[in-house]
C-alpha cells in the first residue's frame, strides 16, 4: 500500500508541472485524508499555491511548517525560489542568508548567493561565496575562476 501514497505524490507533482492544478488538488486531497497534519502533505499543498501563482497563501503555508520544523531544508527552498520567481533578488538574498546560517555546507545554495550577488553587480560578497565554496572544494576550478572574475 505505500507505493500507492508515494504514486499519489509524484502524480500531483506532475500534475503542477503540467498545469492540471484539478489533478494535482485531487490527489492532494486524497493524501490529506490518509494523512492528515503530516507536513509532506503540507508541502504539497504549499506548491499547489505556487502552481497557481498564490505567493501569499505558499509563504503562509511554509510559514506553518517551518513553525514545526524550522529545519525543513526544502521548505526553506522554495522560500527562495518564490522569491525569486517574484523578481525580489534582495529577499532571496536574505533568505540564502538565513538559510546558510542553518545549513553551511550547502555548496549548490553558495553558488546560488554568489550567482545572485554577481548579477545585483556585489562583488565582495559574491567573492566571500566563492571563498567559501574554495575551502570547500578546492579542486573545482570553475571556483577559482569565478573567484578571480570577482
Not at 101 to 114: G, K, P, S, Y
Not at 134 to 148: E, K, S, V
Request: hydrophobic share 45%; proline share 3%.
Amino acid at each position: 500500500m505505500h507505493a500507492e501514497w508515494t504514486l499519489y505524490e509524484q502524480v500531483a507533482v506532475a500534475a503542477m508541472d503540467c498545469q492540471r492544478l484539478d489533478v494535482a488538488k485531487d490527489c492532494i486531497g486524497v493524501l490529506s485524508r490518509q494523512f492528515p497534519g503530516s507536513a509532506r502533505v503540507g508541502r504539497l499543498e504549499a506548491l499547489l499555491f505556487e502552481a497557481k501563482g498564490d505567493w501569499a497563501e505558499a509563504e503562509r503555508a511554509y510559514a506553518l511548517i517551518l513553525e514545526t520544523n524550522p529545519f525543513d531544508q526544502i521548505v526553506h527552498k522554495r522560500k527562495i525560489a518564490i522569491a525569486k520567481a517574484q523578481g525580489d533578488m534582495s529577499l532571496a538574498v536574505d533568505y540564502l542568508n538565513k538559510y546558510l546560517e542553518l545549513f553551511m555546507a550547502d555548496h549548490d545554495a553558495w553558488r546560488e548567493l554568489a550567482e545572485i550577488y554577481v548579477s545585483l553587480q556585489m562583488y565582495k560578497q559574491a567573492a566571500f561565496c566563492y571563498e567559501e565554496l574554495i575551502l570547500a572544494q578546492p579542486t573545482i576550478p570553475l571556483y577559482h575562476l569565478a573567484y578571480a572574475e570577482c
